[in-house]
């Protein structure tokens, strides 16, 4: 065989590869319409309406604070969100927006007393629900178990669902980076007003540098030369991953001390406003997912939780998969999404 | 040709299989946590400089920088905070008016 059809495939490969990453910024993502139901500071509760409502009560969707809550409804067809409203339920969305230099001082407190509790009782207004499901994904879900930790039976919040959150990070690659007592949290939010997102991300994708620098574009040009290469996907994904907001410094601090440096949680130590957040006061219908392949929480660092709440209906969903791709990953909708729903509509009665 | 080419990519598969599983355990030791941590706080420093000498430039030819514009941006997030404090004791005044 010619050397020229090969090479002429070999640079048809490269030009579609580098237009795929180049062009991925303009790739749309959180598409499902949905109503703006309120603001504060930064932080915006978003309303979708199911056409087909057969659940009393809505579900609230709390997100980390260091990506955008758009991984819940990625694209149209591959959405958290569009497949809750197939389901039945009311979704409300609550994105923490993008913290600027002003918002150095928010601490956890703003997001734990009253941005969560303030979204929650917007959620209940807005809807004409008694309670609302409550799930949270990775730092998302250790603010809502925070919030019911520290509000007990008062929270409006009936289920708790929490997804890859951390609880007691003993074990876990970020403890050995930013856990040491080397790793000086004050000098970083003394001078930075706002930890870049990017650098979180730079962070992130050194757990894994190969996979993540390497081997994503490496599988890309593989596919787009096998022709079996999935543009929108690719895209959707890659302009989440890169959309990185800023954590508040004083949150950042808190964050790396509490959680990290000292393991609060599991020490009963959280003070928020004066209040102990106490896990055993967690009482709620209670759904804990981890995932076997998570390298940024492993399993054990979320399975500790198990210990100290109080709730008599618990279930612990172990299942295969990393900390994004169980929930946004290709075969999320088989694997997961069917699972949390079920769990949900079950407990989502009058 | 089809065959050499299986076979280069299982070969590199199989070296970015081993690259990978090195990588991780470099970043995973001791070395690569304390260079971490040196290298956050030099960037962080490098970042301050030129944010220090960005704003006294600004402020020597008398226009607002970085700091009096946070400075200000504080006072509007404060301002939010007490109207929407405002607001839900409105809300919740309604409520029980309306119950009664």
Known sequence: MSSEPRARG????????????????????GATPRDLIWTHRKTTLYGYRSADRRHR?????????????????????HSFVEYLLGEGFDVYLLDWGAPGPEDAETGLDYYICDALPWGMREVLRSSGAPSVSLLGWCIGGTLCALHAALEGAQSPARNLVLLTTPIDPEDSLYRKWIGRDDFDVDYVTENWPVIPGAGIDIANKLMKPVQNLWGTYRKLAQDVSDGRSDRVAFQTMQKWISDNPPFPARAFREWVNWIYKERRLVHDRVQLRGRLADLRQIDRSLLIVTAGGDHIVPRTNTTPLLDYVRSEDVTHLALPGGHIGLMAGSKARERIWGELSQWLSSRSGA | VIGNEVSLRKILDAMEGEAAAAMEQLVAGEGFARLFVQLTENVVAVSRIGGDVWDLLLRNLRMAGRRDIDRLAGQLIRTEDKLERLLQAVERLEDSSARA
Request: charged residues 15%; without cysteine.
């Open chain 1, 10 to 29: 070999f640079v048809a490969t490269a030009i579609e590869t580098a237009n795929i990453v180049l062009t991925a910024g303009d790739a749309r993502i």
């Open chain 1, 57 to 77: 009560l809505p579900v609230l969707l709390v997100f980390a604070l260091i990506n955008r809550p758009e991984i819940f409804d990625l694209r149209p067809g």
